[in-house]
Nanobody
Framework: QVQLVESGGGLVQAGGSLTLSCSAS????????MGWYRQAPGKQRDLVAT???????NYADSVKGRFTISRDNTKNTMYLQMNNVKPEDTAVYYC???????????????WGQGTQVTVSS
């Protein structure tokens, strides 16, 4: 009913930049908080950044000052601008969204399939 699709992942050299996108589709009434999470092989899935519907942002200390989360509510799309990437940023990046689904009024938590980001040194 609701799908989140990430795009923009790929291979980038350390110090470079990459922009990830997450597009939500389906029977969406509205989307509350959205966020980016990442998971490296053998590690847990960790918060990267979140953004509320009003634009309030929160970042993990490891990416603060380097990554910028944003969203376009008219497109149900969220972005992650990744600057000065480091090898430790290598992970699968997942889109998360709290979605109000038509005709329901209770939000549900949805995840995308993930997009691979590999930072080479």
């Amino acid at each position: 009913q609701v799908q989140l699709v990430e795009s923009g992942g790929g291979l980038v050299q350390a110090g470079g930049s990459l922009t990830l996108s997450c597009s939500a589709s389906g029977s969406i009434f509205s989307i509350d908080t959205m966020g980016w999470y990442r998971q490296a092989p053998g590690k847990q899935r960790d918060l990267v950044a979140t953004i509320t519907s009003g634009g309030t942002t929160n970042y993990a200390d490891s990416v603060k000052g380097r990554f910028t989360i944003s969203r376009d509510n008219t497109k149900n799309t969220m972005y992650l601008q990744m600057n000065n990437v480091k090898p430790e940023d290598t992970a699968v990046y997942y889109c998360n969204a709290a979605v109000y689904i038509t005709p329901f009024r209770a939000p549900r938590d949805y995840w995308g399939q993930g997009t691979q980001v590999t930072v080479s040194s």
